[in-house]
């Protein structure tokens, strides 16, 4: 069998490469990748054919769109003034979902790290709350805090604190584990406890990294604090979804506007510090 990239130097005549013939990939394996292309295509199509989708609806939807434009055109400038309120309000939501996050993912992120974590049984524990933390969407967490909390700005800091841990101890993890051993070593050596250890041998390493990942996921939770307020979980969103049940279109195009601004202004914010500390 002809190996990858690789001149034959003798005729395989099970492979149907020829003596001297430069194949990349044998007969066999090239057989291979059309049937699994063929399987990706069949499974598409029928996925596809499953959905049910009616074609009118897509037929129409120019037209549909171009209505709403309409009704949005021109936005509502006085309504601008009362969302001054709910936009703050999304604001703090991502600083303190933000900030909450972090102080519950730096213990994760020690255990889910393998150089630091005690034994196997809190290596697995940190994996697992990575894990589920970030298997569940915020939409759902938000709605989990709503039962809990009632709706308003608590439960969205929860809901964005909750979402945002298994991203956070993730990272820092990985940065734990690629620290260099010879400072903690170096500080072990001189007799230091172990949470002497943490704070001068781990810490300053991994310092930098920490505010990139805080400025980083500030700027994720400010998305997604104004999503969270569909499912009665505060910030602007809760605004957007009353407008929509309302029909008011124009207020529509103000809060979408006033989105648009605040993620903007945010992105800009992240990208500086980011680049402050790299």
């Known amino acids: 069998m002809a190996k990858e990239g690789k001149v034959m130097s003798h005729p395989d005549a099970q ?100 150089n630091t974590t005690p034994n196997k049984f809190t290596y697995g524990l940190g994996k697992f709350i990575i894990v589920a933390s970030r298997s569940v969407n915020v939409i759902i ?32 993890a990985e940065g734990i584990e690629e620290i260099d051993p010879g400072q903690v070593e170096g500080i072990r050596a001189v007799g230091a406890s172990g949470p002497l250890i943490l704070l001068y041998g781990v810490v300053p390493q991994i310092k930098p990294l920490f505010v990139g990942i805080s400025t980083y996921r500030w700027d994720i939770n400010v998305r997604e604090a104004t999503v969270i307020g569909f499912v009665g979980a505060g910030g602007i969103g809760m605004e957007l979804i009353t407008q929509v049940n309302f029909l008011n279109w124009r207020g529509v195009l103000t809060v979408l506007f006033a989105i648009l601004g605040i993620v903007i202004i945010s992105e800009l914010l992240s990208a500086y510090f980011r680049k402050k500390v790299s």
Do not use: H
């Open 15 to 114: 492979s149907g490469v020829k003596e001297g013939e430069w194949k990349k990939y044998d007969s066999k394996y090239q057989l291979v990748r059309y049937v699994l292309v063929l399987v990706a295509l069949v499974i598409g199509v029928l996925s596809w054919w499953e959905l049910n989708i009616r074609y009118e609806y897509v037929i129409d939807a120019p037209w549909a769109l171009w209505d709403l434009i309409v009704r949005m055109v021109p936005p509502d400038v006085a309504y601008s003034a009362e969302i001054i309120g709910p936009l703050i309000d999304t604001v703090n939501i991502a600083i303190l979902g933000t900030g909450l996050a972090l102080i519950m993912a730096a213990p994760v992120a020690y255990i889910g790290a393998e």
């Open 141 to 172: 967490w938000a709605l989990i805090f709503v039962v809990m909390f009632g709706t308003g700005a608590l439960a969205g800091v929860f809901a964005v604190a909750f979402r945002s841990i298994g991203f956070c101890a993730k990272l820092l």
